[in-house]
């Protein structure tokens, strides 16, 4: 199966915070699994290193940990961003404030893979796979 890895568990994951993973360490280390990270994950772990430093790892230190661990890049493509608009349509969901997980949502459902998350809050999207751990 094609996993999509929400950013607070790939940070989990280079922070070796092995309580948080435990639930998705299963799906991680199935070889059968092709697990993607998105290119819109390293944008946002960007963003927020510069705004708190001291909180999140930057965003070149994610970047090489993806490619060490063999995560499979999912660039952000034209098809992407237009499936934001079907998503919040086609959902019973209260739109998602965080634009950075909309956009997970849409690149998952676009691919036709399933996003692994840790949000209760993206279950809601039913067009969308959405596996919690």
Same mark, same amino acid.
């Given at each position: 199966?094609?996993?999509?890895?929400?950013?607070?568990? %790939?940070?989990?994951?280079?922070?070796?915070?092995?309580?948080?993973?435990?639930?998705?360490?299963? %799906?991680?280390?199935?070889?059968? $699994?092709?697990?993607?990270?998105?290119?819109?994950?390293?944008? +946002?772990?960007?963003?927020?290193?510069?705004?708190?430093?001291?909180?999140?790892?930057?965003? +070149?230190?994610?970047?090489?940990?993806?490619?060490?661990?063999?995560? %499979?890049?999912?660039? %952000?493509?034209? $098809?992407?961003?237009?499936?934001?608009?079907?998503?919040?349509?086609?959902?019973?969901?209260?739109?998602?404030?965080?634009?950075?997980?909309?956009?997970?949502?849409?690149?998952?459902?676009?691919?036709?893979?399933?996003?692994?998350?840790?949000?209760?809050?993206?279950?809601?999207?039913?067009?969308?796979?959405?596996?919690?751990?």
């Amino acid at each position: 199966m094609n996993y999509l890895l929400d950013t607070h568990l %790939i940070i989990w994951a280079l922070l070796d915070k092995a309580d948080k993973l435990r639930k998705a360490r299963d %799906i991680i280390a199935d070889k059968r $699994n092709r697990k993607f990270y998105s290119l819109a994950s390293i944008w +946002e772990i960007t963003i927020k290193h510069r705004l708190h430093p001291d909180e999140f790892p930057s965003g +070149e230190a994610v970047l090489g940990f993806c490619q060490m661990s063999g995560l %499979i890049k999912l660039p %952000i493509q034209e $098809n992407h961003i237009l499936a934001l608009d079907r998503l919040e349509r086609d959902s019973d969901a209260p739109p998602h404030r965080d634009p950075f997980d909309r956009l997970l949502l849409a690149q998952a459902q676009s691919e036709e893979m399933a996003l692994l998350t840790h949000d209760k809050n993206l279950q809601y999207y039913s067009t969308v796979d959405v596996q919690l751990v």
